[in-house]
Every structure is written in C-alpha cells, then in structure tokens.
C-alpha cells in the first residue's frame, strides 16, 4: 500500500513536472482593426503630443469633436489654445492660419469639406503656396489643409467636388489623397512634419470603415514618405491607377476579373502631387495596358495627366492598346440617388472599362 503510494506521488510529481515545461500554443497576434476616422484622430494627436507648435482650428473641432468626430476628445486634452474652434469663415481662418505658419507654427486647418476651401482659395494658393518661391526660400510655410473632398452621398452639386485636380494643378502645393487607415495615419503625420503647405484631401465615405493596421503602422514613429505611390496588387494584365476611395472599387474589379483569368495590378497613389510616375511606368511596362480610376471630373483630370505622362514617357513604347479613363460624370453632381449613382464611377464601370482595354 505504501509502495503504491508512493508510486502515485512520483508520477504525479513527474506530470506536474511536465506540465511546467508544457508552453501553450501561441497563435499570432490579431490585427487591430483601425477606422479612418480613428488613424487620422491618432496622427493628430500623436503629433499636437510630439510638438507644441501643433495646432487644430476649424469650424466645431473642439467642443464639438468635429463635423465627422475626427477630432474626438482633442480639445480635451489640449485646451483652447490648441483646439481653436472658428466662426464660419474660411478665408478668414485660412488666413490665420497661414500667417500663424508663416510665423513658424504648424497649423492644420481643417475645412468641413473641401467644398468650401473655395471660399480660402486664394489663401491656399497665393498666399501658402507661391510664398516660398517668391521669398527666394527664405520663408517656409508649414500648414496641413485637410477635410472631406470628392462626391459624399445625397448632398447634390455645390458638396460634391474633389479638388484633387485643382490643387494638383498648383505648383508650391503637395497634395495628398490616402485610402485606408495605414495611409491617412501615415501621411498625415507626413505632412505635419513637413517644411511645405499639404493639401490632405481625405473622403467622408471612408471615415467609419475600419482596416487592419499593423504592428509598425501603431508606432508613433510611423509616417509615410510623401509622393510614393504603393502597389496594392500585383497583376500582369492591366495596370489600374487610381487614389482615394477607389482603391477599394479597383481591387473589387480586379477579385472579379481574377474569376476570369485576367490579373489587374493595383496602384495607390495616396499622392497627386509630387506624382509618383515612376512606379506608374515600370508597371505599365509589365502589364503594356492602362486604366486610370478617379472620381472627378474627367477633362483636365489627374486620369488626364497620368495618361499625357505616361504618353510622354518610356512606358508608351510598352503600350498595347490606349490607355482609358474612368471618372465622374462631366455634369454637376445631381441630387436623386440613381442618378448620383450614374454620375460616379461603380465597379461594373470599371470591369467594363479593363474588358474594353484589353479587348474582351
């Protein structure tokens, strides 16, 4: 009986034993699935923490948290003296805000919609943009000008625009135009840091959609490089060049058209300005076929320039059909549902304009 106890008590002492040097299986970290909204409310906040000269001012940014909440809980934690809500004044504010870099802060102005940076353009242009060149680079002018640009949903013609075209025009001027989270946190901390006036054209339907953002794009530290554009999807097919929103539209054809045989290569600007041509061209070389997506208007468009450089370029020697475009409607936009639908580009659009490419 003793033996036997004994005996028991060893064994268990050799089960405990081997459950000490037992690991549990490890499975890999889940990704954290950050919305638009949030990545951009994080840059900003990480950057007004990082450097004092920061600052937010705009129409309902502080007590409010924002028109879209991107600014949710800012003016809390920084005051007013940082958070600065304004009257309904973009020129006004715009100018302050240009004065207030110009003085060697770095202010991000924040227009409820791009739409009504039309009241500041002159602000924009003239007074951000073309003072480094005119003061023979002696006087830097580090503002972000940022908010919703391009078509929303249900808010017709005057709400409608996207200015990436407009701004892109403008020498002075980087403008930049993210699609996901990784993107609108990156390059928006970017371009707080940088030395030159960015136009940061964001887009209110991409606000609540939340992506998984990675373990280096959590860090602080992480921004990314304005004017490189990234390649979202490897294809042999057809290069798809687009920016903003319709990146997602590009890699739905593109899963579509896989079904079918045909592999479209995906380009994310995230820049219009500087334009990152060079991976524009060596993908075309690869694919020898090209379709710009956007959703502006389609004359004097950034699908226009991307097509006229690309023609200009040794990429057009690689060409095997012409390059297309798929834009917006060349009307103002309309109010009714069906019609707004027709008036931006949908993903049939798309598929039928890769098939015309390349002739299937």
């Known amino acids: 009986m003793a033996a036997s106890l004994r005996c028991f008590l060893r064994s268990g002492k050799d089960v405990v034993s081997a459950l000490g040097r037992r690991e549990f299986h490890r499975s890999a970290p889940v990704a954290v699935q950050v919305t638009v909204r949030d990545a951009l409310n994080q840059a900003m906040d990480e950057e007004l923490e990082r450097d004092e000269k920061v600052f937010l001012l705009g129409e309902e940014v502080a007590q409010y948290d924002g ?36 003085a060697g802060l770095r202010p991000i102005c924040e227009f409820m919609t791009f739409n009504f940076s039309m009241q500041a353009i002159d602000q924009v242009i003239n007074s951000a943009a073309k003072t480094y060149y005119m003061s023979a680079g002696q006087q830097s002018v580090p503002i972000v000008f940022r908010g919703p640009n391009g078509a929303s949903a249900g808010v017709a013609a005057q709400h409608s625009q ?83 929103r ?15 045989g045909i592999e479209c290569e995906v380009i994310n600007l995230r820049t219009i300005r500087p334009l990152d041509v060079d991976t524009i061209e060596a993908s075309v070389m690869k694919t020898n076929h090209l ?4 959703g502006g208007w389609p004359q004097f468009g950034v699908g ?6 690309v023609m200009e370029g040794p990429a057009f020697n690689y060409l095997d059909a012409p390059a297309t475009r798929v834009t917006g409607v060349d009307i103002p936009m309309p109010y009714a549902k069906i019609l707004e639908d027709n008036s931006v580009p949908q993903i049939k659009d798309i598929i039928l304009s890769i098939k015309k490419t390349l002739n299937v």
């Open 67 to 102: 028109a879209y909440k991107v600014s949710r809980g800012l003016w809390k934690k920084y005051g007013d003296k940082r958070i600065i809500d304004t009257p309904i004044t973009e020129m006004g504010f715009a100018g302050i805000a240009v004065g207030a870099a110009m």
């Open 162 to 244: 996207c200015f990436a075209a407009w701004y892109g025009h403008c020498p002075g001027l980087k403008v930049v135009s993210p699609w996901n989270s990784e993107d609108a946190k990156g390059l928006l901390k970017a371009a707080i840091r940088d030395d030159n006036p960015v136009v940061f054209l964001e887009n209110e339907l991409m606000y609540g959609v939340p992506f998984e953002m990675s373990e280096e794009a959590q860090s602080k530290d992480f921004t990314i490089p304005i004017g490189k554009a990234k390649v979202e999807r490897q294809g042999t097919h057809v290069t798809l060049v687009t920016h903003s």
């Open 246 to 260: 319709y990146v997602g539209h590009c890699l739905d054809a593109a899963v579509v058209l896989s079904k079918e």
């Open 291 to 294: 379709v710009t997506v956007e």
């Open 304 to 309: 226009a320039e991307i097509c006229a450089r």
